[in-house]
């Protein structure tokens, strides 16, 4: 088949479109296309990647021209199956049903609560803005061909509006699992990686450092604004911060391989307590114990594999406590990473999910 995917907010190196959905279609012998807006065009690991190039200025221009100029750029491939990524390009989606094409939704998240904690938006306005996107979001996704979600919680809300809902979970790839490095090899170093944000819990867990002498933390990922990168390079530890910003794979591995524990206490919206957060996966699978929110849903996940600590993730106390009781047991820590790696490699994986994938476009 000849498949398209498309984005107009994510890069064109991004985990689940191209190192998962569009690698992964591709070699399964499917001709695919990547179309992002202001990239380099070319064709790698099987994937033909092209570019639309905009001029934006703020965030509604960004959305407005970067979107219609995705679709557009999406439009000249003619292919058989697309396959969109952002809520903002579902305006397009019925333009490409009524041109018979086949067009597939992914929603990575459940965005009408991940409205409610968005900073941008005034928290006055933020219940109706859900409320009207969701409306939105419904009637278009219910006409589409299929819809793809990220986690079984999002499934269930879509599937009842689109029978034809799979959830395909954005497990780590069994390709880039690595050999663990050794407890005793490694500084007494943490890790966070991914986006820097309040509701992320980044202010508790630079706190936490406060109760916690000698270690570290390799921090990766962007900060949501100036202002919160600002107001935490002000806290009283950001000495014993490593700041690398945003990395490509390699380098995310590299961090992995030499922090002792992943963290991953995002703080208790509606959106992050029924989320997979990837991190929380990849810290698993290189074999590194998680210390990670005690949401329900987490805390069935880390205590059934025995693959770490949950935390109130409000208390930076409690969390200094789980990071100092996993540093002062390494036996114990480095059986709870061994856990974690095995879990991946028999449940937790990509090479399970592409199938789901896989069999979806064979029915559409």
Same mark, same amino acid.
């Given at each position: 088949m000849k498949v398209c995917h498309f984005t107009s907010v994510h890069k064109t190196d991004d985990i689940r479109i191209f190192h998962k959905e569009c690698k992964s279609l591709a070699e399964a012998g499917h001709e695919v296309y990547l179309v992002a807006a202001n990239t380099e065009e070319k064709i790698q690991d099987g994937v033909r990647i092209l570019s639309t190039n905009v001029e934006f200025s703020g965030r509604l221009s960004r959305m407005n021209k970067t979107s219609k100029g995705v679709y557009r750029k999406a439009l000249e491939v003619q292919a058989d199956i697309y396959h969109f990524h952002d809520p903002e390009l579902l305006r397009f989606a019925l333009r490409l049903k009524r041109k018979g094409k086949k067009v597939i939704y992914d929603a990575h998240e459940d965005v009408p609560r991940q409205i409610m904690a968005k900073y941008w938006i005034p928290k006055l306005f933020r219940k109706m803005v859900s409320v009207c996107f969701e409306l939105y979001e419904n009637f278009v996704a219910k006409r589409l061909h299929a819809v793809v979600v990220s986690t079984p919680h999002i499934r269930e809300r879509f599937i009842k509006i689109n029978p034809n809902t799979i959830d395909v979970c954005n497990y780590p790839l069994i390709s880039e699992l690595m050999e663990p490095s050794k407890w005793d090899d490694k500084n007494n170093e943490i890790c966070y990686?991914? *986006? @820097?944000?309040?509701?992320? *819990? @980044?202010?508790?867990?630079?706190d936490a450092l406060v109760f916690v002498p000698d270690i570290r933390l390799n921090l990766a990922g962007n900060f949501s604004t100036e202002a919160l990168e600002v107001q935490v390079k002000e806290k009283e530890k950001w000495n014993r911060v490593d700041f690398y910003g945003y990395v490509g794979r390699n380098e995310l591995l590299s961090i992995f391989h030499r922090s002792k524990i992943g963290m991953v206490t995002l703080l208790p919206t509606p959106n992050h307590m029924e989320?997979?957060?990837i991190k929380m996966f990849e810290y698993m699978s290189a074999g590194i114990p998680v210390i990670?929110?005690?949401f329900p849903l987490w805390k069935e996940i880390v205590g059934s594999n025995e693959c770490g600590i949950c935390v109130d993730p409000n208390n930076p106390e409690e969390v200094a406590k789980a990071i100092q009781y996993l540093m002062n047991n390494p036996a114990q820590a480095n059986e709870m990473g061994k856990k974690g790696r095995l879990a991946i490699m028999g449940k937790y994986n990509w090479d399970i999910e592409k199938n789901k994938l896989f069999d979806l476009y064979k029915r559409i």
């Open positions: 990686v991914g *986006g @820097i944000s309040e509701v992320r *819990g @980044i202010n508790q867990l630079m989320s997979l957060p990670c929110s005690d």
